[in-house]
């Protein structure tokens, strides 16, 4: 089973950026994928990126593509999201999990992590 830790969330203003990180620990000679996962208030938890592990193959969202990129550090074992040209409604808990297969679906993935808050003001 593999443990995640994400690192990198804060306050940004509209159109800044931030890089947050998913560090993962336990079965990390799998190869597997990292998704992006977001919850806003309210809102149902939304598939926004996700990035295999040895390929380096990525799928994004269609409301981030072009803005946010999904990288991964095997020798650290961490998988970045850098997110730039930030919007007040990329405001929410991000949360990285780890999975057999790149989807933006949360039921493909069974490793969470605690999740790291992104706020945007406008």
């Known amino acids: 089973e593999v443990q995640l830790v994400e690192s990198g969330g804060g306050l940004v203003q509209a159109g800044g950026s931030l890089r947050l990180s998913c560090a993962a620990s336990g079965s990390t000679f799998a190869d597997y994928a990292i998704g992006w996962f977001r919850q806003a208030p309210g809102k149902e938890r939304e598939g926004v990126s996700c990035i295999r592990k040895i390929s380096g193959s990525t799928h994004y969202a269609d409301s981030v593509k072009g803005r946010f990129t999904a990288s991964s550090d095997n020798a650290k074992n961490t998988v970045y999201l850098q997110m730039n040209s930030l919007k007040p409604e990329d405001t929410a808990v991000y949360f990285c999990?780890?999975?057999?297969?790149?989807?933006?679906?949360?039921?493909?993935?069974?490793?969470w992590g605690q999740g790291t808050q992104v706020t945007v003001s406008s």
């Open positions: 999990a780890a999975g057999p297969r790149c989807s933006l679906v949360a039921g493909f993935f069974g490793s």
